[in-house]
């Protein structure tokens, strides 16, 4: 899956090894700037709002593959030396999961930037990403998760309850974007933007 994918916000796949283990050892390139949640320290808005709408063509272009990340949180967003966003591990989750299959479902490390219905039901997809990208811009313009301060468990069942819409907006994040991010915060799946529609909605605000 990983290897067919081409796309300036995309981390390429240089190579994938067996090594006769439980688990494929998968080659990418270095990159030296590390993850967005490292470089943004001191960053302006405008940087910012760049980085996000490039987070979001890399999704988009992703869906239009027809897979889904499965886990879009900061420490898989890399910064590039000129940069620019790529995203890591796109369709790795996906393949995880089918070579890991267990009715057991661990609380995800990433869980605050998850919908209710991954954390709830384990339910994945391109409505998920969504939400997660959401999550995602949050931290990059406020350097801080949504819910920091709370304990996994109490944070996860606030949101499997009330999701993120009801979240204060921060200084940080102007009330332009922070339409879109309530638009892809949604709880039902169904009526979440898709990724492109959040590219295009993002566009005109650049």
């Given at each position: ?185 949604k709880f039902s799946p169904a009526a979440r933007l ?13």
């Open positions: 899956m990983w290897s067919a994918l081409s796309h300036t916000n995309i981390v390429p796949l240089l190579g994938i090894y067996t090594n006769n283990g439980p688990l494929p050892i998968i080659e990418v390139p270095y990159y030296r700037n590390g993850s967005i949640r490292e470089y943004n320290v001191g960053a302006n808005s405008s940087t910012k709002l760049h980085q996000s709408l490039q987070i979001a063509a890399g999704l988009s272009y992703l869906h239009k593959k027809g897979f889904h990340h499965g886990n879009i949180c900061p420490t898989n967003i890399m910064v590039k030396d000129d940069g620019g966003i790529c995203i890591a591990d796109p369709a790795f989750n996906m393949l995880m999961r089918q070579l890991t299959y267990d009715p057991y479902v661990p609380t995800p490390a990433a869980w605050c930037y998850k919908p209710w219905e991954e954390l709830q039901n384990n339910v994945t997809g391109p409505e998920a990403d969504v939400y997660s990208w959401a999550s995602v811009v949050y931290e990059v313009f406020c350097g801080r998760p949504p819910y920091h301060g709370y304990y996994h468990s109490r944070g996860i069942v606030k949101i499997i309850n009330r999701g993120h819409r009801t979240l204060d907006r921060p200084l940080e994040i102007s009330p332009e974007l922070w339409g879109i991010l309530q638009k892809c915060w898709t990724m492109p529609q959040v590219e295009l909605e993002l566009r005109q605000l650049v």
